[in-house]
């Protein structure tokens, strides 16, 4: 797994977790109330992340939802709500599992940079005693050419003295005119083996110029070619400084993106603690009101207890019948209210211990997940302090290298001294060409010297006189003289030539230390060249992948923002249309078109996703592609360097300061850049820091969140667990007044009944009084009177009975109330103090539920307490309407059963009438107050609502801009990129172009050096055709010596020394055209190796064009070097002798003498000379054999 991947993977999750946190603040900004109010519910999809409630967003007109689905609900929303918790803090770990991989991965790339930057020293370290190794190489190779140039010396000044010792000998010899045959044998011998000296010592300088003119040519090729090569890494800086400074405004704008995150994620902790606040406030406002129902919900049981005391004044038996069974009802509700008031009471402690527990765990998690974090801090703080010990050793090594740069300055100088001795030795190379030249045509004269003593010999031997034989003598002992005196220059030009040996040497030991001096440097500089190419090609990668994931990055950043930007949208419509839905008939849930279309959206934003996705790994690919064709161009770069590096002999002084001073700068520029990297990453840890920081601040607004969600969910349990009480009440106070109402009408059918029975008797007493006045006016019979008398008997022993029952039952209903206000005053001390305590445990309660409703929101509670309180009016209503009834029909009823009591019991009934009435009057009032206080509010949240929504759409335009503006970032990277393939295709084309040209520069070369080579053989043979002719005319000349010397001295005498004079004229002659001919040949010759070291320059000009060549012309490229190979070596072989033995060879053996004596002496001669020679022709191939 790449560490780019990593860094991808790590930055995904980051902005994942950013744009996670951007929705729930939207949506919190939009649940949360703000400066005192209260936001109304929005139900969000799933996929945004958010709760949908879609219970709490019903219209109040409608009927109450039961509490099996509203549980349902709930534990669906919990469900739903611990999954998110789950996924939050998975989400969590797994971005501090990418955090501590992504440092872990950035602490081995460090480790890898310093292990490749070690690797780097121990080569330069390497490079420089390679340095040194070729600059004493360099310096034996001067001492062994100075040595070799003191021989020569030697051998030229010994040469001079033998050549002027044989000419005071041939003049003493002409006076004398004497001597004998085998000494000028000798002497001829030892003419032609210091001519072959001669010329061998001048081939060898000749030989010693080339390869010196040769070395001179390819250093100055190698410097053409490092300036070339300098050129480019000069414009591959420019290109790295340009892209840094792109890379810094990429990472300043990142700094600003990050800060601004910052900033929003600061102004979203604000913006959470003032909802805390203000939940907090609302939660005291809302104890208030629940303080406010206790209140009123006295007040009803005081309203209750009114009527109470009222039966009790009244003496009915009815009336206390009736307060019998409330009082019964009464303790039988108060029973079942406690019963449940204590399963609430132990229900909440269990849900808050559960909360509580859920807490204790989350909060060791979160200190667990503190202390690991912690304990990753310190080891990355360990990490970090070891990577800066490292870096120390970094710069302690750079010390080093500067040190050793210097050394390598110091060393410059030296070799610029050694230099200058080289230069000194070639001005004295050149003036000892000077005296072999004029050493040549001293033994020139001395040839044709020798040439006219062998005439005179000729002739003295055809002399038989006995003067002659005096004469003889004479010349042979004037001979003898010249030997001495030639013999002594003979010493003398063997000192010299041991003089030019050794001063050879010495200048053969300095080529060697020049040649291994300018290995050294070529290797150096190639390695400098090589690795500076490494770097840029690593470098070039490292920006390239930079791009790559910061590309990646914005275009992630783009989909992030447009996945928010439509999810805003779409929170704007359907606020919109929730809006519209409110001001209609309230919130509605959400339709199935909508979420189809949603669900539309969804999908092509998926598409599109997924498009940009296979977009952006095209992009990656062909990247990938062209990073595979530049390294293969760098490749190919590299092989060519190598081969022209190999191909290339020395450098030239100069050259080597220039590029040593180009080097020295590149450095300096290197180290810059390395600064810069520096500074960049110490940015980039700086700005991870502060990603850091802000996932801390993400988690902690996420626990919050969490805990607010908690908080939300224990005070809705608690709110419907409190209405659920509240209906209970509600039913039990409507069974109350159920059985009250029962209770009156078994009361009116008592007193319905009394009243008949009353009807009836006073019928009967009419009956009884009628029939007594139509007795008192006679009109009627005695036994109608009896019948009379005994109804009336009859009804009086009823109406006695019936006063007895009567009786009995008062007197039954007064035991009864007594009884029952005994029990009632028990009863009501005892209601009385459960009251209390249910008082105390309902504020407890409600101190409990102050922590749990911090977080409750309000509109909420507005329509859930609407609806209660619709629902109480009209419960209210129902009850007074009922009541109203029940009091009206009780009353009519004893007002027809009582119409003696009628007065009383109408005032009574007034009375409690009018107490209800104000009772339900200031309930109304209460309701209206509380109802249009309800509405100022909601038209207030429509007003926030409204500044809010234009706050979104302006935060939406902001975002726009933002996205317009990475647009517009991202169509500039494509702009580069377009004109980096443009500028590579164009630079493809002018190298095919440029290679064109060069093969065909190749073919001229090649026909150029062939026409050379074919002069040069044309040359040679004519030099050998020349030789040839020289050595048939001097056997022509020693046979006409052998004849002369047979024939008569004294009759040809004077006619030999005008034909001696003649033939010395036309020798002289002769010798000197062949003098001017071989001067001529020698300017030939360095015309020609100028055409060659043009030729070659050309040649090398092209190896370093070769270099920058495309990677598609690969297979031309690398059979141009076979071609340039096959040419060298060619070159080379026409540059080496061809016949060195053939030319080298020592002179043949003299022929052997009669006279032992005078044999001896010139083989002594020879035997030293025949020395000497293998000793100078040893030397020199040697050397040549070492450059």
């Given at each position: ?441 001293t033994s020139n004269t001395l040839n044709e010297q020798v040439v006219s003593q062998k005439n005179e010999l000729c002739s003295l031997r055809s002399v038989n006189s006995a003067v002659e034989v005096a004469r003889l003598k004479r010349e042979l002992e004037a001979k003898a003289k010249v030997e001495e005196t030639l013999m ?249 007044e159920q059985d009250i109402a029962t209770m009156k009408r078994e009361l009116h059918a008592a007193k319905t009944q009394q009243s008949r029975s009353i009807v009836e008797l006073e019928d009967e007493l009419m009956i009884r009084d009628n029939a007594l006045a139509q007795q008192k006016t006679g009109n009627i019979d005695e ?405």
């Amino acid at each position: 797994m790449s560490s780019t991947e990593q860094g991808k993977r790590w930055y995904d999750g980051a902005m994942q977790t950013v744009t996670r946190s951007l929705s729930q603040r939207s949506l919190t900004g939009m649940d949360s109330p703000s400066e005192g109010t209260q936001r109304p519910p929005i139900p969000m999809s799933a996929s945004f992340g958010s709760i949908d409630i879609p219970f709490l967003n019903r219209s109040s007109h409608g009927k109450k939802e039961s509490l099996a689905d509203t549980v349902k609900t709930l534990s669906e929303e919990n469900q739903r709500l611990t999954e998110t918790a789950a996924k939050l803090e998975d989400e969590y770990l797994s971005q501090i599992d990418n955090s501590t991989q992504s440092f872990r991965e950035q602490k081995n790339l460090l480790n890898e940079q310093l292990d490749i930057k070690e690797k780097q020293i121990v080569e330069l370290q390497e490079r420089c005693n390679s340095m040194e190794a070729l600059l004493r190489e360099r310096d034996a190779g001067f001492q062994e050419l100075k040595t070799e140039a003191e021989s020569y010396r030697r051998t030229l000044m010994e040469l001079e003295q033998k050549s002027r010792h044989l000419d005071t000998g041939l003049r003493e010899e002409k006076k004398e005119s004497g001597g004998s045959n085998d000494q000028i044998q000798e002497e001829k011998e030892e003419l032609l083996a210091l001519r072959e000296q001669c010329h061998h010592y001048s081939a060898q300088l000749t030989e010693l110029n080339s390869q010196l003119a040769v070395l001179q040519a390819d250093a100055e090729s190698k410097d053409q070619s490092k300036n070339v090569e300098v050129r480019d890494l000069r414009v591959m800086n420019e290109s790295q400084q340009e892209e840094i400074d792109s890379l810094r405004q990429h990472l300043e704008q990142l700094q600003n993106n990050l800060s601004s995150q910052k900033e929003k994620y600061e102004n979203s902790l604000k913006s959470l603690k003032e909802d805390l606040e203000t939940t907090k406030v609302e939660s005291s406002k809302q104890v208030t009101e629940l303080s406010k129902d206790v209140e009123r919900l006295e007040k009803e049981n005081q309203a209750l207890k009114k009527p109470k005391s009222a039966f009790e004044e009244d003496d009915n038996e009815d009336l206390m019948a009736r307060v019998e069974s409330l009082e019964r009802e009464r303790r039988m509700v108060d029973d079942d209210y406690q019963r449940r008031i204590s399963k609430l009471q132990h229900s909440h402690k269990l849900a808050l211990q559960e909360l509580q527990e859920e807490l204790d765990a989350r909060e060791n998690e979160l200190r667990k997940l503190r202390r690991e974090r912690s304990t990753a801090e310190v080891t990355e703080d360990s990490r970090i302090s070891e990577m800066k010990a490292e870096i120390q050793k970094l710069k302690i090594d750079l010390l080093q290298a500067s040190r050793v740069r210097d050394e390598e300055e110091e060393f410059l100088s030296d070799r610029k001294s050694m230099e200058k001795e080289i230069s000194a030795l070639r001005v004295k190379l050149e003036e000892r060409d000077a005296t072999i030249a004029s050493f040549t045509s001293t033994s020139n004269t001395l040839n044709e010297q020798v040439v006219s003593q062998k005439n005179e010999l000729c002739s003295l031997r055809s002399v038989n006189s006995a003067v002659e034989v005096a004469r003889l003598k004479r010349e042979l002992e004037a001979k003898a003289k010249v030997e001495e005196t030639l013999m002594g220059q003979f010493q003398q030009l063997r000192k010299q030539a041991h003089s030019t040996h050794e001063e050879l040497a010495h200048l053969h030991t300095m080529l060697e230390q020049i040649t291994a001096e300018k290995n050294r440097l070529e290797r150096s500089l190639d390695e400098a060249c090589v690795s500076p190419d490494k770097v840029a090609a690593e470098h070039t990668r490292r920006q390239l992948q930079e791009r790559d994931d910061a590309i990646a990055n914005l275009v992630k950043q783009s989909i992030a923002l447009e996945k928010t930007i439509r999810e805003l949208q779409d929170e704007l419509s359907f606020t919109k249309k929730q809006q519209a839905l409110m001001q209609e008939n309230g919130p509605s849930s959400v339709s199935s078109q909508e979420v189809s279309q949603l669900r539309r959206e969804a999908e092509v934003f998926a598409g599109q996703v997924i498009e940009l996705d296979e977009e952006i790994d095209s992009l990656r690919k062909s990247l990938e592609s062209k990073d595979g064709e530049i390294a293969d161009l760098k490749r190919v770069i590299h092989k060519l360097e190598s081969s022209s590096g190999r191909r290339s002999a020395a450098l030239s002084s100069r050259d080597a300061m220039d590029l040593k001073a180009e080097l020295d700068e590149l450095k300096e520029a290197n180290e810059v850049q390395l600064e810069e990297i520096r500074l960049l990453r110490r940015r980039a840890r700086e700005l991870e820091a502060q990603a850091d920081q802000v996932s801390r601040a993400q988690h902690e607004a996420s626990t919050i969140r969490f805990e607010a969600e908690q908080l939300k969910d224990s005070v809705a349990t608690l709110s419907k667990e409190k209405d659920d009480v509240l209906n209970e009440l509600n039913t039990l106070k409507k069974r109350y007044e159920q059985d009250i109402a029962t209770m009156k009408r078994e009361l009116h059918a008592a007193k319905t009944q009394q009243s008949r029975s009353i009807v009836e008797l006073e019928d009967e007493l009419m009956i009884r009084d009628n029939a007594l006045a139509q007795q008192k006016t006679g009109n009627i019979d005695e036994m109608e009177l009896q019948g009379l008398h005994d109804e009336l008997s009859t009804l009086r022993q009823n109406f006695a009975s019936q006063s007895a029952s009567l009786e009995s039952a008062n007197s039954t209903i007064k035991e009864l109330e007594s009884m029952i206000a005994n029990k009632s005053s028990v009863d009501t001390v005892r209601y009385e103090e459960e009251k209390e305590e249910l008082l105390a445990e309902i504020e407890s309660l409600h101190e409990q539920l102050e922590s749990a409703q911090l977080e409750l929101k309000r509109v909420e509670e507005q329509r859930f307490i609407i609806d209660d309180f619709k629902a109480k009016l009209e419960s209210a209503d129902e009850a007074r309407e009922a009541s109203e009834k029940s009091i009206v029909d009780t009353y009519e009823r004893k007002l027809s059963l009582l119409k003696l009591d009628k007065d009383l019991i109408i005032d009574k009934l007034r009375s409690e009438l009018m107490v209800e009435k104000e009772g339900n009057t200031e309930e109304l009032n209460e309701f209206e107050d509380r109802i249009k206080e309800y509405e100022n509010e909601i038209s207030e949240l429509k007003e926030e609502l409204k500044t809010q929504v234009e706050e979104r759409e302006s935060r939406i335009f902001s975002l726009e801009s933002t996205l317009e503006a990475q647009e517009q970032l991202l169509k500039n990277m494509r702009i580069e990129m377009d004109h980096l393939q443009s500028s590579m295709d164009i630079t493809a084309e002018t190298r095919r172009k440029q290679a064109d040209d060069m093969q065909q520069d190749l073919l001229e070369v090649t026909s150029k050096n062939a026409k050379l080579e074919r002069e040069i053989d044309s040359l040679k043979a004519q030099s050998e055709a020349d030789r040839l002719k020289y050595e048939s005319e001097v056997t022509s000349l020693q046979d006409k010596i052998a004849s002369l010397e047979s024939a008569s001295f004294e009759s040809h005498q004077d006619d030999t020394d005008a034909k001696m004079e003649a033939r010395l004229q036309a020798v002289k002659e002769r010798l000197e055209k062949l003098s001017w001919r071989n001067t001529s040949l020698k300017e030939e010759n360095m015309e020609l190796r100028e055409k060659l070291l043009k030729a070659e320059e050309v040649a090398n000009q092209c190896a370093v064009q070769d270099q920058e060549e495309i990677s598609a012309l690969k297979a031309r490229i690398e059979e141009q070097t076979l071609r340039i190979q096959e040419l060298e070596t060619i070159s080379t072989k026409s540059r080496t002798p061809s016949r060195p033995r053939a030319i080298f060879s020592p002179p043949p053996a003299p022929p052997q003498s009669t006279n032992r004596s005078v044999e001896r002496r010139p083989s002594n001669r020879l035997g030293g000379i025949l020395s000497l020679g293998k000793r100078s022709s040893s030397v020199p191939r040697g050397t040549t054999g070492e450059i």
